[in-house]
């Protein structure tokens, strides 16, 4: 169920620098991200897991403050807005069936399947966890 996305993040070196996105690409790959051209073209993309993807940009937001350079905005900006659009991968199964859970105490397990995507095992204990609150 883990899906990757991708962020399209055009002109990244002409916007920033070429050291600025080495720097990037190294810290995107320390949080499972993958920085790269898109094949020959002066475009650049992120491609990770919302949640890498997530992190990686606190990274570089923590990094801009310790660096007190604004050489990151244009890219911090694009992911997150990049971000925006998957807002729906960025909580767990487990927070999406309790908050399921919470906003409609009656709802059937085949419903929380049908809108999580889990498995019925999943949606049983989530119920489960729920009733025991």
């Given amino acids: 169920m883990i899906e990757r996305i991708t962020i399209a993040l055009p002109s990244l070196i002409h916007r920033i620098g070429r050291e600025p996105v080495k720097l990037a690409q190294s810290v995107a790959k320390q949080w499972g991200c993958e920085l790269k051209r898109v094949r020959r073209s002066r475009n650049w993309g992120l491609t990770g897991e919302a949640l890498q993807v997530q992190s990686f940009t606190r990274q570089l937001k923590a990094m ?59 949606a049983r204990t989530a119920r489960f966890n729920a009733d025991a609150w």
Wanted: with cysteine; aromatic share 6%; glycine share 4%.
């Fill in 64 to 122: 801009q403050l310790t660096m007190s350079k604004a050489e990151f905005a244009y890219l911090i900006k694009k992911l997150d807005a990049g971000l925006l659009n998957h807002a729906d991968k960025l909580e767990s199964l487990e927070d999406k069936l309790a908050r399921f859970i919470r906003q409609e105490p009656n709802i059937t397990l085949a419903e929380l399947i049908h809108l999580t995507g889990c498995t019925m095992t999943e």
